[in-house]
């Protein structure tokens, strides 16, 4: 039940073309659901995040959306950019502990 | 530069050996949080420390154990290493008591134990 599902596991986009995320949760009780951001050799930096009460949420190119009773939530980074190649994690937190996805490796392409 | 510093950066050590990776968190924030990223687990919380104390346990082993210390800096200890156990080290640590309420991350400290 604490698991946290990713998708897909990587992707490859045009530059200029939308990237899509996708993440499923199971345990209702989570709260907070951030997204982070990881280049190689640094630690995850949190990208966006949102609370379970919003459908949506953007900021500037990077979008979540959430979907509470499907359990789903999703990125989408729109007029993506080479420097937006990274590993991207979902998390959902429980109890001030986060449970992260598997991660998803996107390169964008020039 | 998230303002979490952990030392030392990398640590390469033998099977059966013992070590300390230490984390200091950003100025003001009493909430300390180690995770553990490895290629077949992902990224795993082990433990988190608020001002002192246990908070919280996740998936970490008898053979790991940490302490947060008066100043806030703390400690990950790993003893009796096995092959498995090398990994990246994140520590993290909290706002409190703020709207954003966000961990930021360390640069993490990369274990290789031979």
């Known amino acids: 039940q604490q698991q946290v599902k990713q998708s897909p596991q990587s992707l490859i986009v045009q530059k200029g073309g939308i990237s899509i995320i996708n993440c499923a949760y199971e345990n209702t009780a989570f709260d907070y659901f951030p997204w982070y951001q990881q280049f190689p050799g640094k630690g995850p930096a949190l990208l966006i995040a949102i609370r379970p009460d919003v459908s949506e949420k953007k900021e500037g190119r990077f979008t979540i959306s959430f979907n509470k009773s499907a359990k789903q939530f999703s990125l989408h980074i729109m007029d993506s950019q080479p420097g937006d190649s990274a590993t991207y994690f979902c998390a959902a937190e429980l109890r001030r502990a986060l449970t992260f996805g598997s991660g998803t490796r996107l390169q964008v392409q020039p | 530069d998230s303002g979490v510093t952990q030392t030392p950066k990398h640590l390469i050590t033998a099977t059966g050996q013992r070590v300390t990776l230490r984390c200091s968190p950003r100025?003001?924030?009493?909430?300390v949080y180690w995770y553990q990223q490895s290629l077949d687990q992902g990224l795993q919380f082990l433990i988190h420390y608020y001002n002192g104390e246990e908070r919280a346990k996740g998936n970490i082993l008898e053979r790991f154990s940490a302490q947060q210390f008066p100043d806030l800096h703390s400690e990950l200890n790993l003893s009796s290493l096995e092959l498995g156990d090398s990994a990246l080290y994140f520590c993290?640590?909290?706002?409190?008591?703020?709207?954003?309420?966000?961990?930021?991350f360390g640069p993490g400290t990369r274990l290789t134990v031979l």
């Open positions: 993290a640590s909290r706002e409190t008591g703020t709207a954003t309420d966000t961990q930021y």
């Open positions: 100025s003001g924030d009493l909430s």
